[in-house]
């Protein structure tokens, strides 16, 4: 069985009827004899034989009939032009009908079947050209008939007429075709039958066996009509315009469009004239067509044929013995054989030739169902470039050969990414159409050939309807395969190509159809725990948010363009869930009005005032009672996990956990003094405004006004309408957020009596338009205390925020007295008064403060009325040498604070480091002892700035009074007050510092700068650097090993305190600032250094003050301003150290490591062991230093011999507890100064043993030869440092150095000559 070809590929038969058979037809109320004879089309159970005398049956034999005027008319027109009509006709015919298949096919319960409505319309239009075309051979005719009626004065003449008459074809119209002679015999005919049947052996003995008396009864008047299959629709003529030379003759038969679906025949009639079709196609047809493949086919073979030398020197080799003929030499190929060639007029110009006789061969064959001849013929012409690639697939197996074909057949019409014309649009249209009506559905959908994929390549970038409904039919047939997100991708495309041709009712169907897909879920089970991970339920599914945003904001404006206002509404309002965040590719695709491909942000600006537009149009016409209910915000503006209760003893101001620390240094303080709580509770007073802190973060790329924004609050104490009368809620005004933006608006509530209030939502007015209520409610914790609720994900009730009011009863009120801009000079001591009343009905007691960790202040006691002491009295400190904690401050109160009673309180703050920030007090009371504490809170915003530069520097000192001598640089930075410098105090443990000039007594002006030198002289006790050093290795071996820190204190420590002083007088709290500033400065050191120490373990590990250290305190004034205060630095430590954690660190080093298996693990104890090796207590240094005394001048008379100058060299041990042995080796070669190399005599190299802080003193002879410079720096110093107290007395190495003069050393001494 013939598989059956599309109509399209049918024989195509022109009909050339006389004058008097169209009037007969015409009087019986008949149509064209074209249309009467294609009703009976196609012919079933036809039967075809190959070249091979094969018979093929085929089911179904179609026939294309059409008037040969008409395509002779057709033939002239311009193709192009043709095209650009066939496609604007297919748009017009589409666009008409549209609207009522959609609301048909709509009520249907499926819409995803096979075929629909504007496919079958699209098909039938493409099948319906039958128009020669000059690429393809399909639509020329095979067949002409030449009809006649006996009605006609002289029938003969008729016939002969029509036999004579000239084709009027261009020259690329091929002319082979069966010429059949059709005579019409009616009943009412002036012939008898005799003289008919006369008339017809006359004509068959002129013109051939091709002829056929058809004899109908043709009853007047006509019978009733019978149904008939609809015709195929086919392009009208173009419009007839005068004067022009290509416009086609007007034709009444032409003025017809396509006919009724009904023939008036009688019964008779039909059966005759249905013979007449079957015999004109099997007996005359299909036999001449049989005769013209053969014939070709044979001039196709001969052309492939091997030469015959071939084959004769093939036996010749072989030995073959049998003798065969020699094949008679090819002739030239035989011109085409048909029945009848009738002439043909030429085009002025035309050269373009006929389609190949090869490849009219495919065609022939194609339609004979001889496919193994077909296939080999289009192969052929595949492979010369003139065409086949698009029969092929109808032809062989699926494979993915087919793929190949189809790709090659459009691509060879249109290449990519190139502007399609209306030839090419209509060509790709007509391969697409015959692919999808040839192939299996099962076939066409598969795996191998993908055939969904071959219309969307034929559709190309056309923006034509018919592109679209190819885009559209693909997106259906995707469905049918399960690849949805893939269809709605099509189905938008082809909304998107519909828009613009103005067929409105397919585009918003399309778009639905998309919305729907995109919208369902993939059948794809993913694992529970994804949904975990991800904190989303299996049922939060939106949609393919990549495309939604592009396929509703279209979908939008449609509906508001066709009057679906509310519908619109939605759609835009729903599009503001897709923020530009994450931008749909879709919807750069699909707007018109920006180009969001440049700026992505303004799609959400679009869509507000697509939005805006449509709402207030839609309130307009409706009026304020427009159906909104359910038009629901699709975002929120509204954060509840940050929104909050505030109450108006709470700060504005301030981090939570800045508030979170404080609280937490007051419950490490009291818990070791007893057991009351702190009472957190968050209840506000009657008459007392309190506030709802509300969070608002805009999602969107664009600003956004909330109108009127408000919150909603419930009261178990009454309904309504008790909330409306003793409830009073704020409503704020219009709140502008714009793009991105996060802020927080306080809305105030005041009660007028007790009650307990739930705060559950927030009522605003979108964009001043649409009313809208966001909850505050938040997800309540995960339930995991039965085995049921651990299986299932099980979360307790929404929490919302909740609040009681309560009657007044002890609540405290602190205000700073100065509330205005405070700025501070770095260092200063500022006085500050707190006003501290009873706001509540029971009297307090007991007031605390707490600052924070790096706030230092001081509260004046009650009896601080004695002035100020004066002159320097203290020479030295006791310090526990502890990292304490910070601690709270109590305040002094002379008596309780009965209800509304107060007190003043002088706090005074000592400004830290340059920076703005916040001076936050915790302040907890109580009434009395064993009463539970509460709490309240005051902040105050200050900034601080720099008015000293100081940098310090020390270095070994070249005097034998004192080891080292350090100096203090200080620089006035401000740029227009004078600061004086009143003291400088240093402190440390082990070092005497002293100063070697006096204090400057003038101010320093701006940007004046002045130097104070200091010479610093050891104690000579190493005691306590000993108990520290040991605590410390105690300490961090603990750390090292993972122990438990035992809580003992460090060694305490005797600091010794150095004055330089003008006039000066201090305060009681400079002390307390001077031990405070250091704990910050240590701990903030700590904090850097040892991240992974907890802060609450430093003051049982590190000591607060090294033995080695020296602090400058430097007080300063500026009398103009009124200022006054001090800075503390501590950058410099003195002595040698020698690594006193060596032995610690080597020993966790070389212990066996359990191996974790957690590489952050074992990256932490890294980290730690290298910031303990880095610390201060694992110093190490050289200790011994060599002091050259330069800078002598020598006169020596040359004339008496060379000069010997003595040259000294000091040597000094800077250890406190260690020995050093050293060798000075002396070499003139090893100095590297441009002045004379010091050639020494006598002795060059010594040896020595220095005990702790011992110095010694070498002396080498230089020998001078000449007069001149010369340099001292060729020295080398080789020190091994011992360990002290070593049993037996044998000497130990613990460090080994070597060091040289520095390179620009210029240590030198001078010899003059006298001579």
Aim: net charge negative.
């Amino acid at each position: 069985m013939a598989r059956v070809l599309p109509s399209s590929l049918t024989p195509h038969i022109c009909i050339l009827p006389s004058q008097d058979l169209e009037e007969l037809l015409k009087s019986s109320a008949l149509p064209s004899l074209h249309h009467i004879l294609q009703s009976f089309s196609p012919l079933p159970q036809v039967t075809t034989r190959t070249t091979a005398l094969t018979t093929v049956p085929h089911a179904s034999f179609a026939l294309r009939f059409s008037d040969l005027t008409e395509i002779e008319a057709a033939c002239r027109e311009d193709e192009e032009q043709r095209a650009t009509r066939t496609i604007d006709w297919i748009g017009d015919r589409i666009g008409k009908r549209c609207a009522k298949w959609v609301d048909d096919f709509e009520k249907m319960n499926d819409q995803d079947v096979a075929r629909t409505p504007w496919w079958d319309e699209l098909r039938r239009c493409a099948e319906g050209d039958h128009i020669p075309a000059r690429d393809e051979g399909w639509n020329h005719p095979m067949s002409i008939i030449l009809a006649v009626s006996t009605t006609a004065p002289n029938p003969l003449q008729a016939i002969t007429a029509l036999h004579s008459r000239t084709l009027d074809f261009p020259s690329w119209v091929d002319v082979t075709h069966l010429i059949y002679t059709l005579i019409i015999h009616p009943k009412n005919s002036p012939l008898s039958d005799e003289e008919a049947g006369a008339l017809f052996n006359a004509v068959r003995k002129q013109y051939g066996l091709h002829t056929y008396l058809l004899s109908l009864e043709l009853p007047s008047p006509p019978p009733p009509p019978v149904s008939i299959p609809a015709l195929v629709p086919r392009l009208p003529p173009p419009t007839i315009s005068n004067g022009s030379a290509d416009t086609v003759r007007p034709d009444l038969k032409t003025a017809q469009t396509v006919p009724l679906n009904t023939l008036r025949m009688s019964e008779q009639d039909i059966q005759q004239t249905a013979r007449f079709a079957r015999e004109f196609v099997t007996m005359n047809l299909v036999p001449w067509m049989e005769k013209c493949v053969i014939e070709w086919n044979e001039a196709y073979s001969s052309s492939r044929r091997l030469p015959s030398r071939l084959f004769s020197s093939t036996r010749r080799l072989f030995g073959t013995s049998s003798t065969t003929p020699m094949h008679a030499s090819t002739p030239s190929l035989p011109g085409r054989s048909s029945t009848y060639t009738a002439p043909q007029s030429s085009v002025s110009g035309s050269t373009i030739p006929p389609p190949s006789q090869q490849r009219r061969l495919a065609e022939f064959a194609t339609i004979l169902g001889d496919f193994k001849l077909a296939v080999a013929v289009w192969e052929s012409l595949r492979k010369e470039g003139k065409g086949g690639s698009d029969i092929l697939p109808l032809l062989i197996a699926p494979s993915p050969a087919v793929q190949l074909h189809v790709s090659h057949a459009l691509t060879t019409i249109h290449p990519q990414n190139a502007e399609l014309h209306s030839h090419v649009q209509l060509r790709a249209l007509l391969y697409a159409v015959r692919w999808e009506s040839t192939l299996t559905i099962g076939d066409f959908l598969s795996d191998t050939l993908e055939g969904e994929r071959w219309l969307v390549w034929a559709a190309g970038n056309a923006e034509e309807p018919p592109a679209a409904l190819l885009l559209a039919h693909a997106a259906l047939l995707s469905v049918r395969k399960n690849a949805r997100r893939r269809a709605a991708l099509w189905y938008f495309f082809a909304a998107n190509r519909l828009e613009k041709c103005g067929i409105k009712p397919l585009t918003m169907y399309f778009l639905r159809r998309a919305h729907e897909l995109s919208i369902s879920r993939p059948d794809k089970l993913l694992s529970p725990s994804f949904w975990m991970s991800e904190n989303k339920q299996p049922s939060d599914f939106e949609g393919f948010d990549a495309v939604m945003s592009g396929i509703e904001h279209p979908l939008g404006r449609l509906l508001y363009t066709t009057g679906d206002v509310s519908g619109a509404v939605r759609h835009f309002l729903g599009l503001l869930r897709w923020s530009s965040a994450s931008s749909s590719p879709l919807a750069q695709l699909s707007s018109h009005a920006v180009d969001i491909t440049k700026d992505p942000g303004n799609s959400d600006k679009v869509f507000l005032e697509d939005f805006q537009v449509a709402i207030s149009h839609l309130k307009s016409v409706s009026g304020e009672q427009a159906r909104l209910a359910d038009v629901k915000l699709p975002l929120r503006f509204v954060v509840p996990s940050q929104t909050c209760v505030r109450l108006a003893r709470d700060s504005v101001e301030g981090e939570q956990s800045e508030w979170e620390t404080r609280e937490e240094i007051w419950s490490s303080f009291w818990k070791h003094r007893g057991k009351e709580k702190l009472e957190r509770s968050g209840n506000a007073a009657v008459e007392e405004a309190f506030w709802v802190d509300i969070t608002l973060h805009n999602p969107l790329e664009t600003e956004v006004t909330l109108a009127n924004p408000t919150v909603i609050v419930e009261s178990s104490s009454g309904d309504a309408a008790w909330i409306r009368d003793n409830i009073t809620i704020e409503t704020t005004n219009d709140t502008i957020l714009y793009a991105k933006e996060s802020r927080t608006i306080s809305i105030a509530i005041k009660a007028s009596k007790p009650a307990s209030l739930v705060i559950t939502g927030v009522a605003y007015d979108f964009l001043g338009l649409l009313p809208t209520v966001e909850s505050l409610a938040r997800r309540g914790r995960r339930l995991q205390d039965t085995p049921q609720q651990r299986q299932t994900i099980t979360y307790a009730p929404d929490e919302f925020l909740k609040l009681n009011v309560e009657e007044a009863s002890q609540e405290l009120a602190v205000a700073f007295v100065d509330d205005g801009p405070l700025v501070l000079a770095e260092g200063e001591c500022k006085q500050m008064k707190l006003w501290i009343s009873n706001a509540g009905s029971r009297d307090i007691g007991e007031v605390w403060v707490v600052p924070g960790p790096e706030d230092q202040v001081w509260i004046q006691p009650l009896d601080s009325g004695e002035g100020l002491a004066t002159g320097i009295t203290w020479k030295t400190w006791q310090s526990d040498n502890k990292v304490v904690p910070p601690r709270p401050y109590s305040i002094p109160l002379a008596e309780k604070l009965v209800a509304a009673g107060s007190t003043e309180v002088t706090v005074v703050l000592h400004a830290g480091r340059k920076q703005k920030q916040n001076l936050s007090f915790l302040f907890i009371y109580r009434e009395a002892e064993g009463s539970p504490f509460h709490c309240t809170r005051v902040t105050r915003s200050y900034e601080v700035v720099q008015c000293l530069q100081i940098s310090t520097a020390s270095h070994p000192s070249h005097s034998p009074d004192h080891s080292f001598s350090l100096s203090l640089d200080l620089t006035n930075i401000l740029s227009s007050s004078n600061v004086e410098i009143n003291q400088v105090t240093t402190i440390s443990a082990n070092w005497s510092c002293s100063s070697l000039v006096e204090l400057w007594a003038e101010p320093l002006r701006p940007s004046q700068s002045t130097r104070i030198l200091f010479s610093a002289t050891s104690t000579g006790d190493c005691t306590s650097v000993n108990a520290v050093s040991a605590f410390v290795s105690r300490k961090m071996t603990s750390v090292l090993h993972g122990q438990v820190i035992t809580p003992d204190d460090p060694p305490p420590l005797e600091l010794l305190c150095g004055h330089v002083s003008q006039t000066f007088a201090y305060e009681p709290f400079v002390a307390h600032f001077i031990m405070d500033a250091r704990r910050i400065a240590v701990s903030r050191t700590l904090a850097q250094s040892h991240p992974r120490i907890p802060t609450s373990s430093y003051s049982s590990i590190f000591p607060l003050y090294n033995p080695l250290s020296v602090d400058f305190v430097i007080f300063w004034k500026i009398p103009s301003e009124q200022r006054f205060g001090h800075i503390l630095v501590s950058e410099i430590a003195l002595g040698a150290s020698h690594a006193v954690l060596r032995e610690v660190l080597e020993g966790v080093e070389s212990a066996k490591v359990k191996r974790s298996m957690y590489a952050e693990t074992q990256r932490e104890k890294t980290e730690m062991l290298q910031a303990i090796r880095d610390s201060e207590w694992n110093a190490e240094m050289n200790p011994v230093v060599v002091i050259v005394k330069d800078g002598l001048v020598t006169e020596h008379d040359f004339s008496q011999g060379v000069c010997m100058v003595p040259v000294e060299f000091m040597i000094r041990n800077h250890s406190l507890s260690h020995p050093s042995r050293f060798v000075l080796r002396l070499d003139h070669r090893q100095q590297l100064s441009h002045h004379f190399p010091a050639p020494y005599c006598g002795r060059t190299t010594f040896r020595g043993l220095l005990a702790p802080l011992q110095t010694t003193s070498v002396l080498a002879q230089l020998c001078a030869t000449r007069p001149g410079t010369y340099a001292l720096s060729g020295w080398r110093l080789e020190t091994e440092v011992g360990e002290p107290d070593t049993e037996g007395g044998l000497w130990q190495v613990r460090h080994h150095y070597e060091q040289r003069a520095v390179t620009d050393d210029s240590s030198s001494i001078v010899v003059s000559d006298l001579s």
